[in-house]
């Protein structure tokens, strides 16, 4: 089977100064150790041509979600840590992630259990980005994803330590899509903008109210359920109505045998108490995209984008000073169709343009005079340099063709 390819970067593996293709597969029809997961690395041989290097990569097979380079070792060859964001066909499980480390000529080895072990566990990785946020010197590594918070890993002595407490970021677990680390306020230190579910859903989510996932198999069938669980009105309710929960669950059929003996059910009245104690629970306490800005000091102050970025799912985010005022501006963009017509797919982004005041604020652009308009569901951008000098932004989307457009300063 071809594999889906689900991400790619371009760095110099071999220290030839021509950048290679370092490409992440996927895709949750694969599991185990199956061909279509392994990663893949492609060497430029300085004339455009590139050939695959099939004994580069360890042998890792994963449900990979994102690649981020970075020279953790300070050796002079670029790194990789590879996130993964699910177990093929057990969502709620906790993925592996990986750190491999070149040995200059592009080679690399697998040395997540020795310096990363914490990283191998760090969650339901979506993207990630290496930054010094401490100032020591060392390069750090934060994760964002689904069901967990914005994750920090401190380097420390050689290995990688989760500080996500000291950091003030504990209380974030949220559908994190992406982190773009850029210095939103010009005090020489990078902050972070992270791209989230949004506001605009019919999940709500809070720290005294988080949505839940249940992940067990409630009836001893040898299946494994996944319930997701939301507040309203104080009580938690499963996001899926009877019907849903019969299929997934027949031995329910019995016990809820009309719409109005289900329909005030809590959790805890559907399942039974041992069974929601031996599910893993995962929690979400933030839905709203953010930016964190950094304090200098190893922590970070969390605040939320104008409610007009709170529309629809983040996936992309583009930094630039857009409209030449000295601040750093962004362009985020999403959208997400794959959800049930019950709920309504999230498609109320066309693509916003955020103008910096250079304090970590931001201010929305109406669409007409920021002259933005990218349907679909976009899930990354970057600015492409033509041969006459000028830029374009290269838009990319799920099941769509790639999109152009012209940044202007009139904006």
Not at 53 to 64: I, M, T
Not at 295 to 302: I, K, P
Request: aromatic residues 10%.
């Amino acid at each position: 089977s071809l594999p889906e390819d689900v991400d790619a970067t371009f760095f110099d593996a071999n220290g030839d100064r021509h950048p290679d293709l370092y490409v992440v597969s996927g895709g949750n029809e694969f599991w185990g150790n199956a061909e279509a997961l392994r990663d893949r690395l492609y060497i430029n041989d300085g004339r455009g041509n590139f050939s695959r290097a099939r004994n580069a990569l360890p042998d890792v097979f994963e449900n990979g979600s994102c690649v981020v380079p970075g020279d953790f070792n300070g050796d002079g060859h670029p790194d990789l840590f590879v996130g993964s964001r699910v177990v093929s066909r057990s969502y709620g499980a906790t993925p592996k992630s990986h750190l491999l480390q070149n040995d200059g000529t592009g080679r690399f080895v697998d040395v997540t259990d020795g310096v990363g072990k914490s990283l191998a566990d760090a969650g339901m990785v979506s993207s990630a980005a290496w930054m010094d946020y401490d100032g020591d010197g060392k390069l750090d590594l934060i994760a964002v994803g689904e069901w967990m918070p914005v994750r920090v890993f401190r380097q420390e002595n050689g290995r990688f330590v989760d500080r996500t407490a000291e950091a003030g970021l504990s209380a974030t677990s949220g559908w994190w899509n992406t982190i773009e680390a850029v210095d939103l306020n010009a005090d020489g230190r990078k902050d972070l903008v992270l791209g989230n579910l949004g506001l605009n859903s019919y999940i709500r989510a809070s720290r005294e109210e988080p949505a839940r996932l249940y992940v067990n198999d409630f009836f001893g069938n040898g299946a494994v359920e996944q319930i997701l669980t939301f507040y309203k009105h104080g009580v938690s309710y499963p996001l899926a109505g009877r019907d849903e929960l019969v299929r997934l669950m027949p031995p329910l059929r019995s016990k809820y045998v009309s719409y109005s003996s289900f329909g005030a059910s809590r959790v805890e009245d559907i399942f039974s108490p041992s069974g929601l104690k031996q599910a893993t629970v995962r929690e979400a306490h933030l839905f709203a995209s953010s930016v964190a800005l950094n304090n200098g000091r190893g922590a970070f102050t969390v605040s939320p984008l104008p409610i007009e970025a709170q529309f629809a799912p983040i996936y992309a985010v583009l930094a630039d000073d857009f409209d030449a005022d000295g601040h750093t501006d962004l362009i985020v963009a999403g959208n997400f169709y794959g959800v049930t017509p019950v709920r309504g797919r999230y498609d109320a982004s066309h693509g916003l343009l955020l103008r910096g005041s250079g304090s970590g604020r931001f201010v929305s652009v109406d669409l007409e005079k920021s002259g933005l308009r990218i349907d679909g569901q976009v899930r990354d951008m970057a600015f492409l340099r033509r041969a006459t000098g000028d830029r374009l932004i290269v838009v990319a989307r799920n099941n769509d063709k790639l999109a152009f457009l012209r940044p202007s300063p009139s904006h």
